[in-house]
């Protein structure tokens, strides 16, 4: 099954698409993940896409999609994959059912979820990182058991300069402005459906697998 997941920043994307991975034992591929990893390297693209990044901006086009078609061409996306954060953009749709058109495949479901604005800037500023091994926490919802240290590493936790509130208020305009142009695109595929985000985890999981199972 090849599935797409949307909504703004801090809507949950990829605590779903982790756990709809897990349940459909499809890879989940991140694009933000991609790009972190690549600015941390320090790769000519990572170089080029920390710009962005750090202005609250999207990679550009040719950037992320280059990445995408690397890896849902490789091995482990045959049976299927769940897109995190990818498509952004009609051109990235556009480009994306294309390259599926070249594998003579097709996206299933689009999943969205749905959430307003305002709930989500407590969600992002509250989100904490750790250096060493990637693990996600929040000072308010998932605290580490000791303040600044991971659970599973003793790693350091830090904020990631794309969840600082400047940054964040301006990744919320440049989604709002691109996603009602995506949104129409998927719609009329008949495959896209919306979901409430603003939900507990385990009941908009629970909702989800439904639809897709159904």
């Not at 919802?141 to 300069?161: H, I, T, V």
């Not at 919320?172 to 009602?180: C, G, L, M, S, T």
């Not at 385990?202 to 159904?214: F, H, K, N, W, Y």
């Amino acid at each position: 099954m090849r599935l797409i997941i949307l909504g703004p920043p801090g809507a949950g994307k990829g605590t779903q698409a982790k756990l709809i991975s897990e349940r459909l034992g499809i890879p989940q591929i991140s694009t933000g993940d991609i790009l972190r990893q690549s600015i941390k390297d320090r790769t000519p693209m990572g170089a080029k896409a920390k710009l962005y990044m750090d202005a609250g901006d999207l990679a550009p086009d040719e950037v992320v999609i280059g990445i995408i078609n690397e890896r849902i061409s490789q091995p482990d996306c045959v049976g299927g994959f769940i897109l995190d954060g990818f498509p952004r953009t009609v051109a990235q749709a556009e480009a994306l059912c294309e390259s599926l058109g070249l594998m003579d495949s097709q996206i299933d479901f689009v999943i969205d979820l749905n959430v307003k604005a305002d709930s989500l800037l407590p969600r992002l500023t509250g989100r904490r990182v750790c250096k060493s091994c990637g693990q996600m926490y929040h000072v308010e919802m998932n605290p580490p058991r000791f303040p600044g240290a991971c659970d599973k590493c003793g790693g350091e936790l830090y904020q990631r300069d794309d969840d600082k509130e400047e940054t964040i208020l301006r990744r919320f305009e440049v989604y709002r402005q691109q996603a009602q142009a995506l949104k129409s695109f998927y719609e009329v595929s008949g495959r896209y459906k919306v979901f409430d985000g603003g939900a507990p985890i385990g009941e908009v999981t629970a909702q989800i697998t439904s639809a897709l199972e159904g």
